[in-house]
């Protein structure tokens, strides 16, 4: 539910387009996309076909508030909405109920012989609303750690000498990014109930605040997003707090023994995706203890993310009373109607997990941003126990960007995978953007992607629609008589299936307009209206 506050709605989408008429798929003429460049990554994403097109106006940029961001080139500009952001970081011990990997499955060469994975501790941070004010004081996420800056560079399959030079400059441009929030800050109550909770996950070499405008600006509108810190190594660098404690670091192929080395990089990816769905299952076990009468209690004292820990920023809840910790627990919606959302490999993760046969019925929405569908295909068949009624019933959002969409042997697979699905889809593209404008990199780095031609469209205005977009399906209730507004209520988008008719859709649109390719139910309701 969206809270009470009058939050200002501006319209984005100018519903004024030529509606395109649905064509099949054909595999004749098809343009050639780029392949993948790197065997354990999706592809190169493709530049935007877009010609050259009016600018978009700008949003206001970036607001700074601390002294110490005018010693740093690159920052993060604050939130929109009408709450500041608060975070809490608990790092705790999996329960034994969640299944654990086979260790001998996928073994390293450095430390030699030694497991890939360690399914140990569940590492999440909670962004939620709060109405404490920021000072020059407040405590403060860093965005990123030099470990993490190395795994970056690694999965950009930079040589050692180019690693030598990128390493100071990475270091210089975002050593001092931290995030605009308040840690320990106290949750700020709704007058309408408890506040809703979403699941994200992140991409490859992503972690819990490389999204953190995504994430900040849902909770600063009210919800409460828990942004999961994958151990799969899969993101660039994470640490275990254990005795002695535990280096992550981002793996490829070529750091796996040849024993246990897969024919197919995706095998391998596909064996992350399994602990991706078990720390996912863990987290929303284990924060639903927020719901026990003390379960605030044993979620505080199980916290090994504390004071003189590795990776420790201030935001532990240590200073908070037993009171706020109280309040923090009986405000939030912690088992009741939960959203999934995940980027990239983040959505093949919350697909992967909607289809494990133990996953929760409280899952009630998905949210998936440039899905990479190709590691579903080598899932673990026996994980694919599909229970349609539970799944098909789970409404489900997809954006893409241009380069996802373009990658058509790709989407063709992502099109037909939500074809078969009888439940309520929205699926379409946002002309103008990249792969990464789901996450803070382009906010970030905003200038450097314009001057490779990458970014048509300024990464606040489309950070904007994908924000708009998300909140406004999760609170689209189709059984309700209320009409949905603003953009997916856009009736005369257009609907493109085809390649070459996308193709030549992105090269005449502006940036920032959408391209639908399915609107379900919606489509059906409008029809259903006519008829009467």
């Known amino acids: 539910m969206r809270d009470d506050d009058n939050v200002e709605q501006k319209q984005f989408i ?144 930079l040589s050692l000498f180019k690693c030598i030079i990128a390493i100071p400059i990475a270091i210089l441009m975002t050593w001092n990014i931290r995030l605009p929030t308040i840690g320990n800050a106290p949750l700020a109550i709704s007058s309408k109930g408890k506040r809703q909770v979403i699941f994200f996950c992140h991409g490859l070499t992503g972690n819990r605040t490389c999204y953190s405008q995504y994430c900040g600006q849902l909770a600063s509108r009210g919800y409460v997003v828990v942004a999961i810190e994958h151990r799969d190594r899969s993101g660039a660098h994470s640490i275990i707090n254990s005795k002695p404690n535990i280096q992550l670091n981002y793996i490829d192929m070529e750091d796996l023994t040849d024993q246990t080395r897969p024919p197919n990089y995706l095998i391998a990816r596909a064996y992350q995706l399994e602990i991706r769905v078990y720390e996912l299952l863990a987290a929303c076990q284990l924060l639903g203890k927020f719901n026990d009468i003390n379960g605030w209690k044993e979620i505080k004292d199980s916290n090994v993310r504390i004071k003189g820990s590795s990776g420790y920023f201030g935001d532990d809840g240590s200073n908070w009373s037993t009171q706020q910790w109280k309040t923090f627990s009986e405000n939030i919606e912690w088992n009741q109607d939960l ?129 708009k977009s998300s909140i406004e399906f999760i609170e689209f209730n189709l059984s309700s008589d209320l009409e949905p507004n603003e953009i997916i209520s856009v009736n005369d988008e257009i609907v493109v299936d085809d390649e070459i008719q996308l193709n030549k859709v992105l090269s005449e649109k502006l940036p920032g307009k959408l391209i639908w390719h399915v609107k379900n139910p919606i489509d059906k309701l409008i029809d259903e209206k006519e008829e009467e």
Not at 32 to 38: F, G, I, N, Q, R
Not at 376 to 385: I, N
Not at 431 to 451: A, M, Q, T, Y
Request: glycine residues 4%.
């Open 14 to 157: 100018n519903p004024h387009h030529q509606i395109y008429k649905r064509t099949k798929m054909s595999n004749q003429n098809r343009f050639e996309v780029p392949k993948p460049l790197h065997r354990s990554k999706p592809p190169s994403i493709v530049e935007t076909n877009s010609t050259k097109t009016n600018s978009f106006e700008t949003k206001k940029y970036r607001g700074r508030w601390s002294w110490t961001d005018f010693f740093s080139l690159f920052y993060l500009p604050r939130y929109d909405g009408p709450y500041n952001v608060g975070t809490l970081t608990l790092e705790l011990p999996i329960p034994d109920s969640i299944p654990r990997p086979v260790p001998a499955l996928l073994r390293l060469k450095k430390p030699l012989n030694a497991p890939a994975f360690e399914l140990t501790n569940s590492l999440t941070t909670i962004y939620y609303p709060t109405e404490s004010a920021r000072t020059s004081t407040t405590t403060r996420i860093k965005w990123i750690t030099l470990s993490q800056i190395k795994g970056y560079l690694k999965f950009a399959c």
């Open 339 to 467: 959203i999934l959302a995940g980027h990239s490999f983040g959505s093949a993760t919350i697909l992967a997990a909607k289809r494990y046969p133990n996953s929760p019925k409280e899952w009630k929405k998905l949210i998936v941003l440039d899905p990479w569908m190709e590691t579903l295909e080598y899932w673990p068949k026996t994980a694919l126990k599909l229970n349609s009624e539970k799944f098909i019933n789970v409404p489900l959002l997809v954006i893409n960007s241009p380069g996802f969409s373009l990658w058509y042997s790709h989407f063709n697979k992502l099109f037909n995978y939500l074809n078969s699905r009888e439940s309520q889809t929205w699926f379409f593209t946002i002309n103008g953007i990249i792969h990464s404008s789901f996450s803070d990199l382009p906010i970030i780095f905003e200038r450097l992607w314009k001057l490779k031609g990458q970014l048509k469209l300024s990464s606040q205005i489309g950070l904007d629609i994908i924000i």
